[in-house]
């Protein structure tokens, strides 16, 4: 043990400095290399293997608006991530074990053995506990099924809809036997969207009028809205939405990086539609309950009723350039992971 692994150095990445304004570049991370230290009490030390990249890291570089933390420059850039562990001065995790956990943009992290996940010996697919087995599933899972109470028959539209959390909200769509359509931002993930993932139909709001999509894909209005973007798309959710219809805020990934804030004239639709729009902020809604999700989600996974779409890129050091694929790059689909 020990000696050996304290003979090797850190490196992570971290802010340099807060971006002002929207935009946001390389410029803003910069690499630093820092001596391991052994865990002391109920504590691991993992190697990190693979990074889940999340558009809330975006708005954690922002002055905090009160949901998340605000970073400062020299902190480490947050990540859940998985680890194998090569120190442990907990029993929870032994030497050699996978685990998922708050690891960081860093080639190692010491974790408290609370805030760990002990990824199961006979797991397939490393990637799944960091997408459709993580919070990406859970926020499809919990804002679908118990937020909006899906109910067979009913329509859904989803807007980033190829994405992380979107092309698994669309999936469970499908499986509760919804009408599904999704909004995205290029016909091959809109054809993705059908052919792969089952939607009933998709809308490239870069190459067609969005507006004449819902009312030809949707002719009997919208009854469900998952909302990860923003913008107009939200306007025009509200403009569709059904008598009763609910509209789930997950995220409004168009204002992360963009000038632009999302703006509404058209609120009174909510009372002359008896309509909800109700916000999910899965750690602080469901963070007791994620393992109910987790069972579902990985019942339909085994079953074959579910798909995991994942993008993996290679090498720690192109964490930051994968990061800003989130909001400038439209050819990623599903969950975009980095993997040493
Ligand atoms: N509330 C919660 O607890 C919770 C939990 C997880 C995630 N979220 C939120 O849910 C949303 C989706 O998260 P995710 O992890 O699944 O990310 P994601 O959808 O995979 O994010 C990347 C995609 O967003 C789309 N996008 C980026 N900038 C855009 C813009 N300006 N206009 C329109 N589309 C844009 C792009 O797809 P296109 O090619 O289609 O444009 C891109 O591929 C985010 O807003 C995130 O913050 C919330």
Same mark, same amino acid.
């Given at each position: 043990?020990?000696?050996?692994?304290?003979?090797?150095?850190? $490196?992570?990445?971290?802010?340099?400095?807060?971006?002002?304004?929207?935009?946001?570049?390389?410029?803003?991370?910069?690499?630093?290399?820092?001596?391991?230290? #052994?865990?002391?009490?109920?504590?691991?030390?993992?190697?990190?293997?693979?990074? =889940?990249? @999340?558009?809330?890291?975006?708005?954690? $570089?922002?002055?905090?608006?009160?949901?998340?933390?605000?970073?400062?420059?020299?902190?480490?850039?947050?990540?859940?991530?998985? *680890?194998?562990?090569?120190?442990?001065?907990?029993?929870? /995790?032994?030497? %050699? !074990?996978?685990? +998922? %956990?708050?690891?960081?943009?860093?080639?190692? /992290?010491?974790?408290?053995?609370?805030?760990?996940?002990?990824?199961?010996?006979?797991?397939? +697919?490393?990637?799944?506990?960091?997408?459709?087995?993580?919070?990406?599933?859970?926020?499809?899972?919990?804002?679908?099924?118990? #937020?909006? +109470?899906?109910?067979?028959?009913?329509?859904?539209?989803?807007?980033?809809?190829?994405?992380?959390?979107? !092309?698994?909200?669309?999936?469970?769509?499908?499986?509760?036997?919804?009408?599904?359509?999704?909004?995205?931002?290029?016909?091959?993930? %809109?054809?993705?969207?059908?052919?792969? #993932?089952?939607?009933? /139909?998709?809308?490239?709001? +870069?190459?067609?009028?969005?507006?004449?999509?819902?009312? $030809?894909?949707?002719?009997?209005?919208?009854?469900?809205?998952?909302?990860?973007?923003?913008?107009?798309?939200?306007?025009?959710?509200?403009?569709?939405?059904?008598?009763? *219809?609910?509209?789930?805020?997950?995220?409004?990934? =168009?204002?992360?990086?963009?000038?632009?804030?999302?703006?509404?004239?058209?609120?009174?639709?909510?009372?002359?539609?008896?309509?909800?729009?109700? *916000?999910?902020?899965?750690?602080?809604?469901?963070?007791?309950?994620?393992?109910?999700?987790? @069972?579902?989600?990985?019942?339909?996974?085994?079953?074959?009723?579910?798909?995991?779409?994942?993008?993996?890129?290679?090498?720690?050091?192109?964490?930051? !350039?994968?990061?800003?694929?989130?909001? =400038?790059?439209?050819?990623?689909?599903?969950?975009?992971?980095?993997?040493?």
């Amino acid at each position: 043990m020990s000696t050996d692994i304290l003979s090797n150095n850190a $490196m992570k990445w971290v802010l340099s400095t807060i971006p002002v304004g929207d935009s946001i570049d390389l410029s803003h991370f910069e690499l630093v290399e820092e001596k391991l230290i #052994l865990p002391q009490d109920d504590l691991v030390l993992v190697e990190s293997l693979l990074w =889940s990249l @999340d558009p809330s890291t975006r708005l954690m $570089m922002k002055p905090s608006q009160g949901g998340f933390p605000g970073l400062s420059p020299g902190d480490t850039i947050p990540s859940l991530g998985i *680890g194998r562990v090569i120190h442990t001065t907990s029993n929870k /995790a032994a030497v %050699g !074990s996978l685990v +998922r %956990g708050p690891i960081g943009w860093s080639t190692h /992290a010491t974790l408290d053995a609370n805030s760990i996940t002990v990824i199961p010996q006979e797991a397939k +697919r490393l990637e799944d506990y960091l997408s459709v087995l993580s919070t990406t599933g859970a926020t499809a899972y919990f804002g679908l099924v118990e #937020l909006a +109470r899906a109910k067979k028959g009913e329509s859904l539209l989803i807007t980033a809809a190829a994405g992380a959390v979107g !092309s698994i909200a669309g999936q469970i769509g499908k499986i509760l036997g919804l009408r599904v359509v999704g909004i995205t931002g290029n016909k091959e993930k %809109g054809q993705w969207l059908v052919e792969e #993932l089952g939607f009933d /139909a998709s809308i490239n709001y +870069r190459g067609e009028n969005v507006e004449e999509k819902i009312r $030809m894909c949707l002719p009997d209005g919208i009854d469900i809205h998952f909302e990860n973007v923003g913008a107009h798309f939200l306007q025009l959710g509200l403009d569709y939405l059904n008598y009763q *219809g609910r509209i789930i805020l997950c995220g409004l990934i =168009s204002e992360y990086n963009q000038p632009q804030v999302t703006q509404l004239n058209n609120l009174s639709q909510i009372i002359f539609k008896s309509a909800i729009i109700r *916000g999910i902020f899965l750690n602080k809604d469901f963070g007791h309950r994620l393992s109910d999700a987790y @069972d579902k989600l990985e019942q339909w996974l085994d079953d074959g009723m579910l798909k995991n779409p994942v993008q993996q890129y290679s090498g720690f050091e192109n964490l930051p !350039s994968t990061f800003l694929k989130l909001f =400038s790059d439209n050819k990623s689909f599903g969950k975009l992971l980095v993997k040493v």
